[in-house]
């Protein structure tokens, strides 16, 4: 356990997965909700069906299919970089830029799983009683009293699921990360899961893994029983 924080790859591998992790659980809750809102306010079920069509698409495309899209994008020869330039910037490779990284990251994993994570709201807000919205717009409730007094109360359990289901895809990092740049250069990007890994089979210290390991899972069992915690006390409040 002394040897874990010896090196400074285990440092740079625990921030980059606590920026990452905390910006996929705030993020990836906030943004299904408004993808759910706003397909709730399609009445035409043709339009309806279409947009949630495409915006489950990109959850059923493969990450290696999704990274090597990005990795094209974000080439020196690239479009981001073209747009980039366009306003007056210099051309780089952006996914060897460890602080352009994690945003790149962060944005393509929401990208890729807002319209899937929005079912669960979707699915909340149909079984909202018609009865409440005409009550609210009788007592004059705008859009955004009903939103605040309505919609978001009773649609709370939903919420504790989907903060759940956010919580349980942050810390699986593994994937993206290979990827997309395979923790280079010299280790600025990778994350927990991708040092544990190579720990245990690039310098063959199981030792040390396993108690990286170990760490690992403690901390998100802590992170999972106070985020369920929060999430029931809310529940009542609301």
């Not at 899209?69 to 981001?80: A, H, V, Y």
């Amino acid at each position: 356990f002394k040897q874990i924080f010896e090196f400074k790859e285990s440092y740079q591998a625990i921030i980059n997965t606590f920026i990452i992790a905390v910006s996929k659980m705030v993020l990836g809750l906030i943004f299904p909700i408004i993808v759910a809102l706003l397909l709730n306010e399609v009445h035409c079920k043709k339009y309806k069906s279409v947009a949630q069509t495409l915006s489950y698409l990109p959850h059923f495309v493969s990450m290696v299919v999704t990274a090597g899209i990005i990795k094209e994008f974000c080439m020196s020869d690239g479009l981001l970089n073209d747009i980039i330039v366009l306003f007056g910037g210099s051309r780089s490779a952006l996914l060897q830029r460890p602080e352009l990284y994690r945003t790149i990251y962060i944005v393509s994993d929401i990208w890729q799983e807002v319209g899937w994570g929005s079912i669960i709201y979707l699915a909340a807000l149909a079984g909202i009683d018609q009865q409440l919205y005409e009550a609210a717009e009788i007592d004059g409730a705008g859009r955004l009293q009903r939103l605040k007094n309505l919609i978001l109360p009773l649609c709370t359990p939903a919420f504790t699921i989907g903060f759940f289901l956010t919580l349980s895809g942050t810390f699986r990092l593994y994937d993206q990360n290979l990827a997309l740049t395979n923790g280079g250069p010299y280790g600025s990007t990778q994350m927990v899961c991708m040092n544990i890994y190579r720990t245990a089979f690039g310098e063959n210290d199981l030792g040390r893994a396993q108690a990286k390991a170990l760490i690992f899972v403690i901390v998100i069992a802590i992170v999972s029983l106070t985020q369920l915690y929060c999430s029931k006390k809310m529940e009542v409040e609301m």
